[in-house]
């Protein structure tokens, strides 16, 4: 089955620094990296994805790059905020079995003010 | 448009007991997945339903199992819950033929066994 490694577990920022968070897959038949943001006692929420046939998606001030002959992918957060403290967790799956994720271990991100 | 919710919030039984959990898709998805989230880990699939049948399984011993009702709601159910099934009981749902992968969670249930 798949396996994603998430790394790293805890990572703190000053305010306006960039913030990466990196995970590596092991099925090479996974097309689907979705990233949430979980809030403490709060949902995973949906923040962006990227799909397999594209290298590079970018939604404001969060990008997710894509290599998929090493089979990771990167989550950056630049100009990050204190409203960006979170739990970030990467997933990966076969996108037609919507729903049958392989989530990595989470990263602890701390914005200080 | 209607989100994903799951009832009760939070639930404190015994070892060896039974719970029954509910989730409640989004509006217009026919597909639901349950995912285990214990503390400090990334959510874990346990199982996926779609048209009321189980559509894929997780890791998961036999005692947890599910349905599927004609609405696309769902429960979870465990039997002889043992400690360590203490976690927050998270619920997705998702449009099978959409191909796009995305799925919704809902609030979640935490369970605590002791």
């Known amino acids: 089955g798949e396996n994603v490694e998430q790394h790293p577990s805890t990572l703190s920022v000053q305010e306006g620094d960039s913030a990466v968070i990196k995970c590596t897959y092991s099925?090479?038949?996974?097309?689907?990296f979705p990233w949430y943001k979980q809030e403490l006692g709060k949902r995973p929420q949906l923040i962006i994805d990227i799909r397999s046939n594209v290298g590079e998606k970018k939604d404001q001030r969060i990008a997710v790059t894509l290599n998929k002959t090493a089979k990771h992918f990167s989550l950056h957060i630049t100009e990050t905020q204190p409203e960006d403290s979170a739990v970030y967790f990467c997933a990966a799956t076969y996108r037609t079995n919507a729903g049958k994720s392989t989530f990595g271990d989470g990263t602890t991100l701390t914005v200080k003010p | 448009e209607t989100g994903v919710t799951q009832s009760p919030t939070h639930l404190i039984k015994t070892r060896g007991q039974q719970v029954t959990l509910r989730c409640s898709s989004q509006s217009g998805h026919n597909t639901v997945s349950w995912y285990q989230q214990a503390l400090g880990q990334g959510p874990q699939f346990i199982f996926q339903y779609y048209r009321e049948e189980e559509n894929g399984r997780g890791n998961f011993p036999p005692r947890f199992s599910g349905l599927q009702f004609p609405n696309y709601s769902s429960e979870l159910n465990v039997n002889a819950l043992e400690l360590d099934d203490s976690a927050l009981y998270l619920c997705?749902?998702?449009?099978?033929?959409?191909?796009?992968?995305?799925?919704?969670f809902g609030p979640g249930t935490r369970l605590t066994v002791t």
């Open positions: 997705a749902s998702s449009l099978a033929a959409s191909g796009t992968g995305e799925q919704y």
């Open positions: 099925d090479s038949a996974s097309n689907y």
